[in-house]
């Protein structure tokens, strides 16, 4: 199942290493209508709900969209998805999800942060369950964006995507590589995940979802006994809390939040970039699975306004 692709690159995430420009987002700001700050909060606590997960899981994802969005709140605009969108389900509900997408001010270096999680019934019982968590980054600031994801699909399996997609060819641009995956010693989290014997390496079977993650990159599979999930819980709450929120820290401080000088000649190529990433993360993840799960007429209305936020 590769809908977890697609918020990874995109990053409900692998990697869309996303950055629309500053102007972009404006524009689309400005197409938004007043939503009063009463109204924003419901949606997002509505979002924040996580129905369907453990509750270590859902504390996790709780406390990484609060982070977020508590650190960025006088930056970014309330979420004026229509409710179609926020919530939806296919026809016969086994499958439903909520998106929670939020732009920012233009001034901001956040393009727009995006959540979502997905349910569904498996034919073969029990069910699969996702929740993503991205921050995007517009031209104006050159640094990676941030990914995460999780994929359950029993309580003793799970599959955790947490990265930080460059957005340069970190072989053009070796600065980039020191600065925000060596000095902040970001592979350490991947080899602290590792020493614990239910984790395994997890390998997409899109090429193209591999060259778009970082070399720190963690894309972990995570099995446990038949305990009814009793050691997943205590893994997640031990070891992928700490660890997620380290990297969603490492990712304020050194890259949302650092002063980056970008040249117009990079802008052009970050925006270039960022466009034909986002377009591939429409078609090769988000264009199959999402019809497959609600079926064309829900998948569609959910996709094009999706697309207007990657737009670039």
Not at 80 to 90: C, E, G, I, K
Not at 299 to 310: Q, S
Request: aromatic share 8%; with cysteine.
């Amino acid at each position: 199942m590769m809908l977890c692709n697609h918020f990874l690159h995109s990053p409900i995430s692998i990697l869309s290493s996303s950055s629309s420009s500053s102007s972009s987002s404006s524009s689309r700001s400005k197409l938004k209508p007043f939503v009063s700050k009463s109204v924003m909060d419901d949606r997002s606590n509505k979002f924040k709900e996580f129905p369907f997960v453990s509750i270590e899981h859902k504390n996790l994802m709780v406390d990484l969209v609060s982070t977020l969005e508590n650190r960025f709140d006088s930056q970014l605009l309330p979420s004026t998805l229509p409710s179609h969108v926020q919530h939806y389900q296919n026809p016969n509900a086994t499958s439903q999800a909520s998106l929670h997408i939020r732009s920012a001010h233009a001034h901001s270096p956040i393009d727009f942060i995006l959540g979502s999680w997905v349910h569904s019934e498996l034919p073969t019982g029990g069910s699969l369950d996702i929740t993503s968590l991205s921050g995007y980054l517009n031209s104006s600031n050159d640094a990676p964006n941030f990914v995460f994801e999780m994929i359950r699909s029993s309580p003793t399996m799970l599959v955790l995507i947490l990265d930080l997609p460059p957005r340069k060819d970190l072989v053009l641009w070796p600065d980039d590589l020191k600065t925000f995956y060596e000095d902040t010693q970001l592979d350490k989290h991947r080899k602290a995940l590792e020493t614990l014997p239910e984790v395994q390496p997890y390998f997409s079977s899109s090429l193209y979802i591999r060259t778009v993650a970082s070399p720190t990159a963690i894309m972990v599979r995570i099995q446990t006994e038949n305990d009814g999930g009793e050691r997943m819980e205590e893994i997640i709450r031990d070891h992928l809390d700490p660890i997620s929120k380290q990297v969603l820290s490492i990712w304020l401080d050194h890259c949302a939040c650092a002063k980056r000088e970008v040249g117009e000649a990079e802008r052009a190529y970050l925006k270039k970039r960022d466009g034909i990433i986002r377009n591939k993360t429409i078609e090769i993840d988000l264009g199959s699975s999402f019809p497959r799960l609600f079926g064309s007429e829900v998948a569609n209305r959910v996709l094009e306004v999706i697309k207007d936020y990657f737009s670039v």
